[in-house]
């Protein structure tokens, strides 16, 4: 099994801020198969980037993923407050599928 | 649009079964490939159950796996998780998610999720 790491635990910044987070595997993952979601409380989770670096329909273009092999990051250029929020990483190459235990953006 | 809707009891005792159905909507479940669980339990991460193909084949999470069983039902355009044997740890909200092919099959569309707890 995969396991993601994905640093810091939590993020305190403040609007209009750059916020980077990191997703790191136990082992290579395709770059295919790297996903990043939003979780805001009580709602499911939001596919934000897909194949480490895609943008999904309608995710504004602040939001940007990049890496390969073990090490993905995802950063969000300037944040709004809309952004701030619980962000995991996935891996769906090798079943089973795993996450990361998340990362939360929270308001400075 | 396509939409999912999980549906089961909230409440389930200890040593007991959980069944969980999920339906979509708005389109055919044959348009997908597969269809997944995925579950998280309360202020933790995401934990992968497993997966359905539409056409029954199946994959699940190794931890799971013995405990697990998801079925297909096309008639009623739905699959369906069952858990057995369960105890306090499996207290989660559960979701259906489906794999997106035109997002390189990342999970692009998710069920509002159901609370499930597991006590006496």
């Known amino acids: 099994e995969i396991v993601l790491t994905q640093s810091p635990g939590t993020l305190s910044l403040s609007p209009g801020e750059r916020a980077t987070l990191s997703c790191r595997a136990s082992?290579?993952?395709?770059?295919?198969?790297l996903a990043w979601y939003q979780q805001k409380p009580g709602q499911a989770p939001r596919l934000l980037i897909y194949?480490?670096?895609n943008r999904a329909p309608g995710i504004p273009d602040r939001f940007s993923g990049s890496g390969s092999g073990t090490d993905f990051t995802l950063t969000i250029s300037r944040l709004e407050p809309a952004d701030f929020a619980v962000y995991y990483c996935?891996?769906?190459?090798?079943?089973?599928?795993?996450f990361g235990h998340g990362t939360k953006v929270e308001i400075k | 649009q396509v939409q999912l809707q999980e549906s089961g009891p909230g409440l389930v005792k200890p040593s007991g079964t959980l069944s969980l159905t999920c339906a979509v909507s708005?389109?055919?479940?044959?348009?997908?490939?597969?269809w997944s669980w995925v579950r998280q339990s309360p202020g933790k991460g995401l934990e992968w159950i497993g997966e359905?193909?539409?056409?029954?084949?199946?994959n699940y999470s190794p931890s799971l796996k013995s405990r697990v069983t998801m079925s297909v039902d096309k008639s009623k355009n739905q699959f369906s998780l069952e858990l057995r044997s369960l105890t306090a740890a499996d207290t989660a909200v559960y979701y259906c998610?489906?794999?997106?092919?035109?997002?390189?099959?990342?999970?692009?569309?998710w069920g509002q999720g159901t609370m499930v707890t597991v006590s006496s």
């Open positions: 996935h891996q769906y190459r090798r079943s089973p599928g795993t």
């Open positions: 359905i193909y539409h056409s029954g084949s199946t």
């Open positions: 082992q290579s993952v395709t770059n295919t198969y």
């Open positions: 708005g389109g055919s479940i044959s348009s997908s490939d597969w």
């Open positions: 194949g480490a670096s």
């Open positions: 998610a489906r794999p997106g092919v035109t997002v390189g099959n990342a999970f692009d569309l």
